[in-house]
């Protein structure tokens, strides 16, 4: 046998059995990383999920809590301009009394 010969059956006999049995390995690791990954990744989804729903929730609240804060606010402004125009009648009265009491 020749040296080649030699040295290709050393590689055959003992070192690719061994190179299979590693990559046999590395095969069921990522296979079980691979089905961890994708049971974190469903329970993540899940919590994103129940997260989101309870952001859209909030935000629902908060639209309606505007709502009610516009109407009110709308209703104060109304009551205000309403005082206001009051405010100028009993104004404009006063000066009316004013002027004829200052003429009579």
Known sequence: MSVVEDVRQVLQDFIAPELRAVNTRLDAIESRLSAN???MSARSDGRFNAINI???AMDQRFDDLITIMDTRF???S?????VKDMLDIDRRLTR???KQSQVA
């Open 37 to 39: 990954l994708d049971a």
């Open 54 to 56: 309870r952001l859209d």
């Open 74 to 76: 709308g209703s104060l």
């Open 78 to 82: 109304k009551d205000v301009a309403q």
């Open 96 to 98: 009316l009394e004013s």
